[in-house]
């Protein structure tokens, strides 16, 4: 309280912003002289009196006085020049008078008192000093250039728009530029063809595997684009360009998608460029019509035949990780012979068009396929192979019953076919007790399918699952069905497939069901697959946030809360970054009024700092509202209550008050927030003391001071599960590729090399 007392004493009666007092009130010159040395005496003993409070203050360098609070002067110019006070000329003098000149239009006073303040201080600074703990947004050449933009001289506004801009950027300058370089485009009549839009990320026609597409790409104008849309949906632009990039997500659905984008320049010339787009989820599908195994030169060795066959067209086929020349196309059929090694087992992979692919492995039994005639102890061979070991049946030997026993393993069911069914015959000539040779013994095919696929129960967290079929029959696969719906396949001996199953929320059932071309039916036991949402990608698991009012400089309240709920339904679109704690504008304004902070500290990340710790939020968003005749202008910071910092700063700026617009610019200030503080994952790729480091820096978004929640990637069969780490991480140094965070819980004896981040 006695500092807080102190520092307001002393301000007020140091701050060199206060008028002097007109001649003949209160004492003159001597008075004048006596307060003067007053004010010194009281600033040199100040360091000594806040020594020992030194570390109870906060210091944040950010602008918090605003010319508006500076001085009001009268409405006319000679009232300005007769009662602003510039004291001793500092550069913030020069330039809150030169706003001053500005607001009434007086373009020339105002003019002149920028140069000057220029000349005093160079560059525009959100954040410049001017005394003790004051700082200022100093725009001078930013404000110059608006002067000289309604004065007509373009070329000039361009240039100090553009210094302002390579210091400090901000909206109000990206605004008047645009303004600017529209003049001079009108009048010199110079455009003369509308834009060219180029998409870099892909071509027409494509196929592509992902439902989400990222667009990239430049629409190119010498008049400069200064607004784009993409599937109808307007893009946040604020300064047109001649060269624009664009990098938008756009969802897709199955089969062809044709995606539309429209770019328009400053005078309103437009051009639209559509482009298709497929989207293939299907893998191919991979079958294996005939193995033949022989011994040549004493290797074994199998000539394998099979057909792979997909919508959009096959690319490529590798076999033992060895890629098999093959004639792209819809329907590819091969014959390749491959060298038998221990194990005898091969694998297969299949790759199409758009990027997916089937993958399978086949086990042998060498000795059996040698057999002559595929005759054992003259009776007929069937073989049925998983991914485990071949399992053997002898028709003479086992009864069917017997054959359900046999393939019972691992909860699979069998049916064999109607009595009614045509059964076709396995005929091989043979020998042994009986038969001649030469002779045919036909067996009547009563052993169903076998089937193995690598889905197992699992919590996953994905909206949709890939898991991989391999059916398997010797006189043919004739049918599949995933969950009593037919899967569209071809007969065959060897059926690989890969499935794509779309989740519901909670506990899913799969049910793989082979048929072969007799009727003979294989179940597989039911498998329970639940899913559940990731809590580190949920909404509660982000930073925590509160966004206190909005300071006005205007008695007028109703434009305030109207931006401020604008703005709390623009950070609810998508991507929703940050998670509100605190929503009700009222309980906010009465926490303000019990902690007696006054609508001018709203701007004050101290205000901010302690509000965010009553209500426990680990950010506080807070900013002002800037209105006169012409335009409006908003604010917008992010603080951390924890660590003082200033994480974001940003702002908007428009002439277009009417509603609609005012919830584009609430959708564009929520929007710079959003890619000032995005959401970024990463991997750790060293673990190093209390800390580690992660393979994303500042181009993917990292700042100093984020937060990081951790989490491990876990396979199961084909699934890839996420283990939440009971960890949390701060990011102290950031480089462009990598950056290093040490940990704020315990836990990082818990933290493995490749281990994910992702930010709070």
Known sequence: MILSALFRFITTHSRNHVPLQKRGEGGGKKTGKKSGILRGNMIAILPLFLLPFAGCTTTSRIGTDNWRDYFKPGHT??????????YRGKWWNYYVRGRWFAEGGFYDEAAQDFRKAISLRSQDQRSARSYGMHFWEYFAHRELGVIYYHQGKYEDAKKELEMSRSTADSARAKYYLNKSNEAMIKMTKMDIKPPEIRITSHTNGQVVNTPAAHIRGVATDDAYVNGMSIQGRRLFIELAERNLSFDETVSLQRGENVISIEATDLSDKS???DMKLMLDLRPPVLYLDDIRIQKRDGRNSAIVTGTI???????????????????????????????????HTFSLRAVDVAGNETRGEESLDVKASLWRGGIWDGHTRHTHRTKGAPVMVAAGKLDRAGVRRLLAAGGTTTQPSPAGASHGGTENPGKGSGAASGSHETARDTIPPVIYTDLKSAIVHDTNIFFGIHAHDDNGIARLFVNQQPLDIRPAKHVFFNHLLTLNEGENTVV??????????????????????????????????????????????????????LLLRAFDEEPKRFNFVERDLTKLEEILREQKIANTELTSPDAAIKVGKIRAAEGMLFGAVEEDSRGINVTLRLVDTETTQVLVNVDVYDEDKSAQNLAWLMHGLSLKVKRQYPMVQGGVIRIAGNGFHVDAGATSGMLVGMKLLMFREVPVGNLVLKEPLDSVARIVQVQPDTSFARISTKGIKTIKKEDLVITK
């Open 77 to 86: 110019k000679e009232e300005i020049a007769r009662d602003f006070n510039l």
């Open 271 to 273: 051009a639209r460029q």
């Open 309 to 343: 066959t997909d919508d959009h067209g096959v690319q490529r086929l590798s076999i033992n990780d060895t890629e098999i020349p093959i004639t792209p196309g819809k329907e590819v059929k091969f014959q390749h012979e491959i060298v038998l090694t221990d194990g």
């Open 512 to 565: 793989v069901k082979a048929v072969d071309r007799e009727g003979n039916e294989t179940e597989l036991a039911p498998v329970k697959i639940t899913r559940k949402a990731f809590y580190l990608l949920e909404t509660e698991a982000r930073y925590t946030v509160a966004l206190l009012p909005f300071r006005t400089f205007e008695e007028d309240q109703a434009l305030t809360e109207t931006l401020y709920s």
